[in-house]
């Protein structure tokens, strides 16, 4: 059974360094063909995908925020890390983690899995 | 980037009848390979979003049949040929052809 679980704060100051981390459960980024996304929902709002790492760890960015994101993978302990510098109220959302597979094209079939999301209020 | 726009914003439907959801996209979707990479996602009012069509038309595991998605090139529509009340929430459309990937603004879909 595959479930994705996101952890971190849940309040951060302007300017702070947010660091996310999705526990994963039921597969694994070293398994050929795997990838995990963030997406981003502010309250109210339309989703907003940020990052993408694949199995190879190859790693896709927002170009709107891509200097200030960073995503990593750690396979041993199962788990996919973001992390965004300068924190700015507008940063409020819930943020979700989610798994693609893909598919004999090897192209992937995003997103049939998500967290269940972890809400991060920017405030001082 | 691609623009994904959805219409209508708002969707008032009666019990058992249809409803149909468009998403447009501001250039085409048809990747190198042939097939079109869109998805579309439902979220129910405090959950997550859940994954509904993949690849414009093939519905995902345990989907109920009454949900079809269809379309070609820049347009595309999601479908419910009889809305039930667990149907209301709010309906995305993303695109996956193209880095980078874009959601459509979300449809709402509630009971007269």
Aim: glycine share 8%; charged share 20%; with cysteine.
């Amino acid at each position: 059974q595959i479930t994705l679980k996101e952890s971190g704060p849940t309040l951060v100051k302007p300017t702070q360094t947010l660091t996310l981390t999705c526990t994963l459960s039921g597969f694994s980024l070293s398994t050929r063909g795997v990838g995990v996304g963030w997406i981003r929902q502010s309250p109210g709002k339309a989703l907003e995908w940020l990052a993408f790492i694949y199995w190879d760890d190859d790693k896709r960015y927002s170009p709107s925020l891509k200097r200030r994101l960073t995503i990593t993978k750690d396979t041993s302990k199962n788990q996919v890390v973001l992390t965004m510098t300068n924190m700015d109220p507008v940063d409020t959302a819930t943020y979700y983690c989610a798994h693609s597979i893909e598919d004999y094209n090897n192209r992937p079939n995003y997103f049939d899995y998500w967290g269940r999301g972890t809400l991060v209020t920017v405030s001082s | 980037d691609v623009v994904m726009t959805q219409s209508p914003l708002s969707l008032p439907v009666t019990l058992g009848q249809p409803a149909s959801i468009s998403c447009r996209s501001s250039q085409s979707l048809v990747y190198s390979d042939g097939n079109i990479y869109v998805n579309w996602f439902q979220q129910r009012p405090g959950q997550s979003p859940r994954r509904l069509i993949y690849k414009v038309s093939n519905r995902d595991s345990g989907v109920p049949e009454r949900f079809s998605g269809s379309g070609s090139g820049t347009d595309f529509t999601l479908k419910i040929s009889r809305v039930e009340a667990e149907d209301v929430g709010v309906y995305y459309c993303m695109q996956g052809t193209h880095w980078p990937l874009t959601f459509g603004g979300g449809t709402k879909v509630e009971i007269k």
